[in-house]
C-alpha cells in the first residue's frame, strides 16, 4: 500500500518518516514553506537515534498526483480546523480504475478530538480513527521530531465508528514495523475519547506554557473533571487513566534532543507559529457541546475554548499568560455562572 499522508506536519511527518525508515512507498502533502522546502531539502527528521533525511515526493494537493491508485492510504493528519477542506478536496479524486477516493479509497484520521471521523463519514465511505499518542514537533519547515523511544507512538486503530476489518490490520502491520504499537480495536471510539480528556490540557499549554507547577496542574484536575461529567452525562465510554498506564507502560519515553523537559503540545505550536488558528473548538469545545446537550456546565472548558481563540486569532505570545491569571479567570467564570444559575432559580 502507499500512504498518502495529508499533513505532513509533526504527526503527520512522524507517521509518514518512519513509514518511509521502514521500506514503505509514502507522500507527503503540504502546504507553503513546508511544502516548499520538503520539496528542496526532504524531510529531515529528529529521532532519539539522530537525523535522517527522507527524499519523499511531496505535492500541496491532489491534482499534483494525478489519477490515484487503488492501493492507496489517506492518512488525514491535519488540525481538525483544516479537515473540511482536506476532505472536500480530496474525496473527489479519481482513482485508476473507476470511482473516487470517497468511493473507494479507505481514509485514516490520525488526529486529536473525534469530529474529523464524523465529518470524514459524510464524504467517505471507509473511515478508520486512530487514538494518537506520539510526542512529535514541527520544529520549522521541512523538519519534525519525534522523541519517543524505543517505541515512537502508540496508534490504537479502528474502523468508525465502530468494528474491524483486514484493511485496518494490514495498516496496522506496516504500522508496526515502522517502530509503533498499533493496536487494532473494534471500540476505537472509547480511546479517543480518553484521549480527549488529556488534550483539554492543550489550551491550558498553549496560553501559559508546559504545565509544570502545582497550581497548573490543579486547574487542569478542575478542567478533565468538568469533561468526565459531560462524558458520563452523554453515557460516552472512555478508557480509565489505569488501563491507559498498563497500556503505555514504559513503551514510550521521552528523550528530548537538547536535555530539556518536553515541549508543549500541538496548541502552543500552533500559536507558536502564529497560524491564526487553534483546534480548541474541538478540544474543550467538544465538552461545552456536549455539555450543552446534556445539561451538564462547563464554565472551564467554556473559557479555555474562548481564550485559546483569541490568542490565535490575536496572534498573542504562546505561554504569555500566567498560571495565576488564568486560575482567576478561571474562578471568576465558575463564580459567574453560578451566579447566573442562581438568578435563573
Known amino acids: 500500500m502507499r500512504y498518502i499522508i495529508i499533513g505532513a506536519g509533526a504527526v503527520g511527518g512522524a507517521i509518514g518518516g518512519r513509514l518511509a525508515e521502514a521500506g514503505h512507498e509514502v507522500v507527503l502533502v503540504a502546504r507553503g514553506a513546508h511544502y516548499e522546502a520538503l520539496c528542496a531539502s526532504g524531510l529531515r527528521f529528529m529521532t532519539p537515534e539522530g537525523l535522517c533525511t527522507h527524499r519523499l515526493p511531496a505535492v500541496d494537493g491532489p491534482a499534483a498526483l494525478g489519477e490515484l491508485r487503488a492501493d492507496d492510504v489517506l492518512v488525514l493528519a491535519v488540525k481538525t480546523q483544516d479537515s473540511e477542506a482536506a476532505l472536500e478536496a480530496w474525496g473527489p479524486s479519481p482513482v485508476a480504475g ?4 470517497a468511493e473507494r479509497l479507505p481514509l485514516v484520521c490520525a488526529q486529536n478530538g473525534v469530529e474529523s471521523q464524523r465529518l470524514a463519514l459524510r464524504r467517505f465511505r471507509r473511515v478508520y480513527g486512530v487514538c494518537v499518542w506520539l510526542p512529535a514537533t514541527f520544529v520549522e519547515p521541512g523538519v519534525v521530531s519525534a522523541a519517543g523511544t524505543p517505541l515512537t507512538g502508540i496508534l490504537h486503530l479502528g474502523r468508525y465508528p465502530h468494528g474491524t476489518d483486514e484493511t485496518a490490520r494490514r495498516i496496522a502491520a506496516d504500522l508496526e514495523k515502522s517502530r509503533f504499537e498499533a493496536p ?22 498553549a496560553v501559559t506554557g508546559v504545565l509544570t507547577s502545582e497550581e497548573g ?3 487542569f484536575e478542575r478542567v478533565r473533571a468538568e469533561g468526565e461529567a459531560v462524558l458520563d452525562a452523554a453515557g460516552i465510554a472512555y478508557v480509565g487513566e489505569e488501563e491507559q498506564k498498563r497500556t503505555r507502560g514504559d513503551k514510550i ?3 528530548p534532543f537538547d536535555g530539556s523537559e518536553r515541549s508543549a503540545g500541538s496548541s502552543w505550536q500552533s500559536l507558536n507559529r502564529g497560524t491564526g488558528t487553534i483546534e480548541a473548538d474541538y478540544l474543550n469545545g467538544e465538552i461545552a457541546l456536549l455539555g450543552r446537550l446534556h445539561g451538564v456546565p462547563t464554565p472551564l472548558n467554556d473559557l479555555l475554548q474562548r481564550l485559546a481563540n483569541t490568542f490565535a486569532r490575536e496572534r498573542r505570545e504562546a505561554g504569555s499568560l500566567s498560571v495565576p491569571e488564568l486560575v482567576r479567570l478561571a474562578d471568576e467564570a465558575v463564580a459567574s455562572y453560578d451566579a447566573v444559575v442562581t438568578t435563573a432559580e
Request: glycine share 10%; net charge neutral; hydrophobic share 50%.
Open 184 to 205: 487494532v480495536v473494534p471500540d476505537v471510539a472509547r480511546w479517543q475519547y480518553a484521549k480527549l480528556l488529556g488534550n483539554l490540557a492543550n489550551s491550558i499549554e
Open 253 to 255: 519515553r521521552f528523550e
Open 217 to 219: 496542574l490543579a486547574l
Open 98 to 101: 473507476g470511482g473516487t477516493a
